[in-house]
């Protein structure tokens, strides 16, 4: 404080004058990182990882392993997320969705992404591996590297990037069945077989809504190499066909009851059925709405196994 007249003023310290702008820019990089982990996709890895397990429980579920399970393929999953978008951020750059990222925004020198995703992945891995099991750990080394090295490649290269990269993106139900059950089944590869045939109306869709912004990028999805749209409505429509019937052995092999095979059915059509409306118009407004229907899609139909689930 110093005396101006009579009146005694009180003058901030200068630490603490330097302490909002420290804390804010402290918060703005935890938030980035936090980013670059990609928080949505994640969620739905850990989600499916969970049905997983779940239904691979042969009695009581161990809460425990759960956790353990969660943890590690949070953490590999974040790592994954974090690697692909060091080696994106180029591309990043160009497309109007992805250009504030904290990379290609210049908010995060890519040698703490690529450092900060290599610790994340490894680390996972190896708590995978010692506190579930080895398999699970090999699954999620699996999904990363092809991630990685096949599916974000090709990304630039062929419309098939799509098909390479619905391998590892339906494997996370895989790994919570093989920490329950100690090894993959029939019923596990059931799993895995929704999620891959789930993923493509869900990301055609995706592309047709964001065709403009994948071509700036030189991404070479399906929309943007064949921009009437044709062959991208006959894969929407053929996968999500498909999918019912494979979406119904659950029950058939009597892993589910009745709820779960009536439940499955009707969501399965209404897929299709906006598979098709996408499909038949071509516009960015029926491939938004075929984006929402996939989106609640799976987790009705992951709540359905759950709840109908037969002891094993």
Known sequence: MRE???????????????????????????????????????????MSTAVGFYLGSLHSMNLLLLLHTLIGTTLVASGTAALNEFWERDVDAKMLRTRERPLPAGRMAPWKALCFGIMLAIVGMLYLGLLTNWLASLLAALTLTSYLFLYTPL????????????????????????????EITLTGGILYLILFLWQFPHFLAIAWMYREDYARGGIAMLPVVEPNGESTGRQIVAFAAVLIPISLLPSLLGVTGPLYLVGALLLGVAYLYYGSLAAAAKTTLQARRLLQASVIYLPLVYGLMMIDKKPL
Request: hydrophobic share 45%; net charge positive.
């Open 155 to 182: 990304k630039k290269r062929t419309p098939l990037c799509t098909l390479v990269g619905a391998f590892p993106g339906a494997i996370p139900p895989l790994i919570g069945w093989v920490v329950a059950r100690g």
């Open 4 to 46: 101006q007249g009579t009146t005694l003023v009180a003058q901030p310290s200068e630490p603490f004058a330097m302490l909002g702008p420290l804390c804010g820019a402290w918060l703005r990089s935890i938030s980035d990182y936090i980013e670059l982990t990609k928080p949505n996709v994640t969620t739905l890895i850990l």
